[in-house]
């Protein structure tokens, strides 16, 4: 296991479960597995009452830099890197969302689902609504619920005050430069030329 930004005390975890270097686990978040293993992505934020479970086949994978809501629950899937799911959000087993999207509030995945990457996702079951390029901006999101995390660990909890949007903007095209070609060979293929922009 990674530093950690942060563990929110009442966070449980039960079984394999490996954080990547300065990921966040809110309050009242729970990761459990009894089999298979859960993997949490670097700077992903695992917020308020989310819930993180294995399927009986199939481990949770989270990738890098995601945000995943409170009150969200995670079933033995993955979720691949730059992605915010929503609050409430429901993404059962065996489902795949693809890089660089967006699943709404209180969406939820059948088993099986396949999300191409730039996706919004809405409804019950959740479909695909339109092509998005939100890639950066998750990037940000993740950014800032990192530095929040580095606050609460010395236990300053007005970090978002003092949040520089611009210079968080600076650092998400670094990461941009350096993780999207990795990113593209180890996701989804997609048909569509994949050209994110700042």
Not at 77 to 94: D, K, R
Request: proline residues 6%; negative net charge.
């Amino acid at each position: 296991m990674n530093r950690a930004a942060y563990v929110d005390p009442t966070a449980r975890l039960f079984g394999n479960v490996s954080l990547g270097e300065d990921c966040s686990l809110w309050p009242y978040a729970v990761i459990r597995c009894e089999r298979n293993h859960v993997s949490i992505g670097t700077c992903t934020s695992l917020q308020d009452h989310a819930m993180v479970h294995i399927g009986w086949n199939e481990p949770t994978i989270i990738g890098a830099y995601c945000t995943i809501g409170h009150r969200a629950i995670v079933h033995g899937c993955t979720i691949e890197p730059a992605c915010l799911i929503g609050v409430g959000a429901t993404i059962m087993e065996g489902c795949v969302i693809g890089r660089g999207s967006i699943v709404a509030g209180h969406a939820f995945l059948p088993p099986g689902t396949i999300i191409p990457p730039h996706s919004m996702v809405m409804g019950t079951p959740g479909r695909v609504t339109r092509r998005i390029d939100k890639v950066r901006s998750n990037i940000i999101d993740a950014l800032l619920y990192r530095d929040n995390a580095r606050a609460y660990a010395s236990e300053d909890h007005r970090a978002w005050e003092r949040a520089d949007l611009a210079a968080l903007g600076q650092e998400a095209d670094t990461i941009l430069a350096r993780e999207w070609p990795v990113w593209q060979r180890q996701g989804i293929a997609e048909t569509d030329q994949e050209e994110p922009t700042a």
